[in-house]
């Protein structure tokens, strides 16, 4: 499997999950913080991709690395600026989906 197989089942598994998080949200009350989680979640299932656009694109890893960074801290700001206390949930989605590559790579790690 290569590492955009990964990606595709990130991708696949953080929709699944935002969907789940803006319904269960929903149910409670609080929808505000299932659509900022379910934003998070997608928003971060696409770092894998731009990671690999980036190394694709000859920049060095560091230099990749630091510049993810900037994205999703800018994007988080812009967000806790603009939302107020309601920009948690975003920064909370982001950080999931990184767990979730994590385990989608581990599980694949394990099965090959």
Known sequence: ??????LQK??????????????????????SI??????????GSAN??????LINRGAPFVAASLLRILF???IVLIAALSL???AWPLALGIGLAQLVMVAVGVRTGLRS
Do not use: K, N
């Open 48 to 53: 894998g991709y731009l990671i690999q656009g």
């Open 1 to 6: 499997m290569t590492s955009g197989g990964v």
């Open 72 to 74: 999703f801290t800018s």
């Open 34 to 43: 299932g659509l900022g989680l379910a934003v998070g979640l997608l928003l």
């Open 10 to 31: 990130t991708v696949v598994a953080c929709a699944v999950l935002s969907v789940a998080a803006v319904a269960i949200a929903t149910a409670i009350g609080h929808f």
């Open 84 to 86: 107020r206390e309601a």
